[in-house]
Protein backbone atom coordinates (compact mmCIF):
# COMPACT_ATOMS: atom_id res chain seq x y z
CA UNK A 1 0.00 0.00 0.00
CA UNK A 2 1.55 3.33 -0.71
CA UNK A 3 1.44 5.50 3.05
CA UNK A 4 0.89 9.09 2.76
CA UNK A 5 2.70 11.43 5.77
CA UNK A 6 1.18 14.66 6.34
CA UNK A 7 2.95 17.12 7.82
CA UNK A 8 2.70 19.31 10.35
CA UNK A 9 0.02 17.18 11.97
CA UNK A 10 -1.27 20.50 13.63
CA UNK A 11 -0.62 23.87 13.33
CA UNK A 12 -2.08 27.11 14.69
CA UNK A 13 -2.39 30.38 12.26
CA UNK A 14 -4.26 33.40 12.71
CA UNK A 15 -6.77 35.02 10.30
CA UNK A 16 -4.77 36.04 6.98
CA UNK A 17 -1.84 33.89 7.49
CA UNK A 18 -0.77 32.20 4.70
CA UNK A 19 -0.76 28.06 5.45
CA UNK A 20 1.39 25.31 3.84
CA UNK A 21 0.85 21.95 4.42
CA UNK A 22 3.20 19.42 3.14
CA UNK A 23 2.23 15.60 1.68
CA UNK A 24 4.62 13.00 0.81
CA UNK A 25 3.53 9.71 -0.27
CA UNK A 26 6.23 6.50 0.02
CA UNK A 27 6.26 5.77 -3.55
CA UNK A 28 6.10 8.41 -7.36
CA UNK A 29 2.32 8.95 -7.69
CA UNK A 30 2.35 11.64 -10.47
CA UNK A 31 -0.18 14.12 -9.75
CA UNK A 32 -2.96 11.30 -8.44
CA UNK A 33 -3.53 13.57 -5.60
CA UNK A 34 -6.04 14.92 -4.06
CA UNK A 35 -6.94 17.34 -1.31
CA UNK A 36 -10.12 17.86 1.48
CA UNK A 37 -11.39 19.59 4.18
CA UNK A 38 -13.28 18.15 7.06
CA UNK A 39 -15.03 20.35 9.46
CA UNK A 40 -16.06 18.48 13.03
CA UNK A 41 -18.07 16.30 13.03
CA UNK A 42 -18.87 16.92 9.42
CA UNK A 43 -18.28 15.09 5.93
CA UNK A 44 -14.77 15.32 4.17
CA UNK A 45 -15.44 17.88 1.21
CA UNK A 46 -13.32 17.93 -1.71
CA UNK A 47 -11.12 20.62 -2.33
CA UNK A 48 -7.89 20.19 -4.69
CA UNK A 49 -7.99 16.54 -7.47
CA UNK A 50 -5.35 15.91 -10.01
CA UNK A 51 -2.97 17.51 -7.26
CA UNK A 52 -3.51 21.08 -8.05
CA UNK A 53 -7.20 21.48 -9.72
CA UNK A 54 -9.29 23.90 -8.10
CA UNK A 55 -13.07 21.61 -7.48
CA UNK A 56 -15.84 23.95 -8.55
CA UNK A 57 -16.92 26.29 -6.42
CA UNK A 58 -14.32 26.07 -3.84
CA UNK A 59 -12.28 29.14 -3.29
CA UNK A 60 -8.92 30.35 -5.20
CA UNK A 61 -7.36 31.22 -1.96
CA UNK A 62 -6.57 27.26 -1.82
CA UNK A 63 -4.31 25.33 -3.98
CA UNK A 64 -2.42 22.54 -4.66
CA UNK A 65 1.24 21.72 -6.35
CA UNK A 66 3.33 18.76 -6.86
CA UNK A 67 4.02 15.50 -8.56
CA UNK A 68 5.75 12.05 -7.61
CA UNK A 69 6.25 11.97 -3.79
CA UNK A 70 6.11 15.50 -2.62
CA UNK A 71 2.93 17.44 -2.81
CA UNK A 72 2.38 20.81 -0.72
CA UNK A 73 -1.48 22.33 -0.32
CA UNK A 74 -1.45 26.19 0.48
CA UNK A 75 -3.85 28.24 1.97
CA UNK A 76 -3.21 32.27 0.85
CA UNK A 77 -5.19 34.32 3.11
CA UNK A 78 -6.80 32.07 6.39
CA UNK A 79 -10.36 32.92 6.84
CA UNK A 80 -12.40 32.11 10.05
CA UNK A 81 -14.47 29.62 8.29
CA UNK A 82 -11.23 27.05 6.82
CA UNK A 83 -10.01 26.15 10.66
CA UNK A 84 -10.22 22.61 10.43
CA UNK A 85 -8.40 19.19 9.51
CA UNK A 86 -7.21 18.91 5.61
CA UNK A 87 -5.73 15.19 4.53
CA UNK A 88 -4.42 14.59 1.39
CA UNK A 89 -5.81 11.25 -0.63
CA UNK A 90 -3.70 9.28 -3.42
CA UNK A 91 -5.22 7.63 -6.18
CA UNK A 92 -2.38 6.23 -8.16
CA UNK A 93 -2.49 3.08 -6.68
CA UNK A 94 -5.26 0.45 -4.67
CA UNK A 95 -6.48 0.40 -1.68
CA UNK A 96 -6.86 4.29 -2.05
CA UNK A 97 -4.78 5.96 0.95
CA UNK A 98 -5.33 8.87 2.64
CA UNK A 99 -2.69 11.30 5.01
CA UNK A 100 -2.87 11.32 8.57
CA UNK A 101 -4.74 14.97 8.04
CA UNK A 102 -3.86 18.37 9.59
CA UNK A 103 -5.40 19.91 12.06
CA UNK A 104 -5.10 24.05 11.35
CA UNK A 105 -6.16 25.80 14.32
CA UNK A 106 -6.95 29.38 15.56
CA UNK A 107 -3.82 31.07 17.07
CA UNK B 1 -28.82 18.71 -5.81
CA UNK B 2 -26.57 15.63 -4.82
CA UNK B 3 -27.68 13.76 -1.53
CA UNK B 4 -26.45 10.63 0.12
CA UNK B 5 -28.21 9.28 2.88
CA UNK B 6 -26.82 6.34 5.35
CA UNK B 7 -28.87 4.45 7.91
CA UNK B 8 -28.53 1.13 9.27
CA UNK B 9 -25.32 1.88 11.93
CA UNK B 10 -25.82 1.20 15.81
CA UNK B 11 -24.31 -1.38 18.25
CA UNK B 12 -23.25 -4.68 17.45
CA UNK B 13 -21.43 -7.37 19.72
CA UNK B 14 -18.15 -8.65 18.11
CA UNK B 15 -19.09 -11.33 15.35
CA UNK B 16 -22.30 -9.93 14.86
CA UNK B 17 -23.28 -8.64 12.05
CA UNK B 18 -25.24 -4.98 10.16
CA UNK B 19 -26.09 -3.86 6.76
CA UNK B 20 -26.01 -0.41 6.13
CA UNK B 21 -28.18 1.37 3.28
CA UNK B 22 -27.59 4.75 1.52
CA UNK B 23 -30.07 6.09 -0.80
CA UNK B 24 -29.05 8.42 -3.42
CA UNK B 25 -30.80 11.35 -5.33
CA UNK B 26 -29.83 14.32 -7.42
CA UNK B 27 -27.65 12.18 -9.97
CA UNK B 28 -27.98 9.34 -12.25
CA UNK B 29 -26.64 7.00 -9.91
CA UNK B 30 -25.90 4.36 -12.55
CA UNK B 31 -23.35 6.66 -13.94
CA UNK B 32 -21.31 6.57 -10.97
CA UNK B 33 -18.54 4.36 -8.92
CA UNK B 34 -19.53 4.54 -5.47
CA UNK B 35 -17.28 3.98 -2.61
CA UNK B 36 -18.06 3.31 1.51
CA UNK B 37 -15.37 5.17 3.42
CA UNK B 38 -14.77 4.82 6.89
CA UNK B 39 -12.87 6.87 10.19
CA UNK B 40 -12.82 6.24 13.81
CA UNK B 41 -13.24 10.07 15.10
CA UNK B 42 -10.72 12.10 15.19
CA UNK B 43 -8.55 9.71 13.14
CA UNK B 44 -7.56 8.35 9.75
CA UNK B 45 -9.81 7.42 7.01
CA UNK B 46 -10.25 4.27 5.55
CA UNK B 47 -11.26 3.57 1.68
CA UNK B 48 -12.60 0.67 2.64
CA UNK B 49 -14.88 -0.84 -0.87
CA UNK B 50 -15.86 -0.16 -3.92
CA UNK B 51 -18.45 -1.07 -6.54
CA UNK B 52 -18.83 0.23 -10.30
CA UNK B 53 -21.56 1.84 -11.70
CA UNK B 54 -22.74 -1.76 -13.35
CA UNK B 55 -21.91 -3.58 -9.95
CA UNK B 56 -19.84 -5.87 -12.01
CA UNK B 57 -16.04 -4.55 -10.80
CA UNK B 58 -15.88 -4.93 -6.94
CA UNK B 59 -12.78 -3.92 -4.76
CA UNK B 60 -12.53 -4.26 -1.15
CA UNK B 61 -9.26 -2.93 1.45
CA UNK B 62 -7.59 -6.32 3.10
CA UNK B 63 -9.26 -5.18 6.53
CA UNK B 64 -12.75 -5.92 5.53
CA UNK B 65 -12.22 -8.71 2.58
CA UNK B 66 -13.85 -11.99 3.29
CA UNK B 67 -16.47 -9.97 5.90
CA UNK B 68 -17.94 -7.34 4.33
CA UNK B 69 -19.95 -7.32 0.78
CA UNK B 70 -20.79 -4.36 -1.08
CA UNK B 71 -23.94 -3.89 -3.14
CA UNK B 72 -25.99 -1.49 -5.31
CA UNK B 73 -29.57 -1.56 -7.15
CA UNK B 74 -29.48 1.37 -9.47
CA UNK B 75 -33.20 0.96 -9.93
CA UNK B 76 -33.72 2.07 -6.39
CA UNK B 77 -30.34 4.26 -6.45
CA UNK B 78 -29.21 2.33 -3.01
CA UNK B 79 -26.05 1.39 -2.06
CA UNK B 80 -25.49 -1.21 0.65
CA UNK B 81 -22.66 -2.77 2.64
CA UNK B 82 -23.37 -6.14 4.46
CA UNK B 83 -20.95 -6.08 7.63
CA UNK B 84 -20.33 -9.60 9.16
CA UNK B 85 -17.63 -11.00 11.38
CA UNK B 86 -18.05 -7.65 13.32
CA UNK B 87 -14.86 -6.89 15.44
CA UNK B 88 -13.68 -3.55 17.99
CA UNK B 89 -11.77 -2.28 15.36
CA UNK B 90 -14.66 -2.03 13.22
CA UNK B 91 -15.94 0.71 14.96
CA UNK B 92 -15.93 3.87 13.07
CA UNK B 93 -18.61 6.23 11.64
CA UNK B 94 -19.46 4.78 7.91
CA UNK B 95 -19.56 7.20 4.88
CA UNK B 96 -21.14 6.48 1.81
CA UNK B 97 -19.66 8.51 -1.08
CA UNK B 98 -19.88 9.05 -4.77
CA UNK B 99 -16.69 8.10 -6.38
CA UNK B 100 -15.23 9.92 -9.61
CA UNK B 101 -13.02 7.54 -11.94
CA UNK B 102 -9.75 8.19 -13.71
CA UNK B 103 -9.96 6.89 -16.93
CA UNK B 104 -13.43 6.00 -16.52
CA UNK B 105 -12.57 2.70 -14.85
CA UNK B 106 -10.09 4.02 -12.04
CA UNK B 107 -11.57 5.05 -9.04
CA UNK B 108 -9.61 8.44 -8.03
CA UNK B 109 -11.48 10.92 -6.31
CA UNK B 110 -14.45 11.44 -3.80
CA UNK B 111 -16.81 14.55 -4.43
CA UNK B 112 -19.99 13.81 -2.47
CA UNK B 113 -20.44 12.61 0.74
CA UNK B 114 -23.04 11.46 3.26
CA UNK B 115 -23.65 12.08 6.82
CA UNK B 116 -22.44 8.86 8.14
CA UNK B 117 -23.57 5.97 10.29
CA UNK B 118 -21.91 5.37 13.48
CA UNK B 119 -21.31 1.89 14.09
CA UNK B 120 -19.96 0.64 16.99
CA UNK B 121 -18.81 -3.06 18.10
CA UNK B 122 -18.68 -3.55 21.61
CA UNK B 123 -20.32 -6.05 23.81
Known amino acids: DIQMTQSPSSLSASVGDRVTITCQAS??????LNWYQQKPGKAPNLLIY???SLQTGVPSRFSGRGSGTDFTFTISSLQPEDFATYYC?????????FGGGTKVEIK | QVQLVESGGGLVKPGGSLRLSCMAS????????MSWIRQVPGKDLEWISY????????YYADSVRGRFIISRDNAKSSLSLEMNSLRAGDTAVYFC????????????????WGQGAQVTVSS
Open chain 2, 26 to 33: GFTFSDYY
Open chain 2, 97 to 112: VRTITFGGVIPGSFDH
Open chain 1, 50 to 52: DAS
Open chain 1, 27 to 32: QAIGNY
Open chain 2, 51 to 58: VSGTGTTI
Open chain 1, 89 to 97: QQYYNLPLT
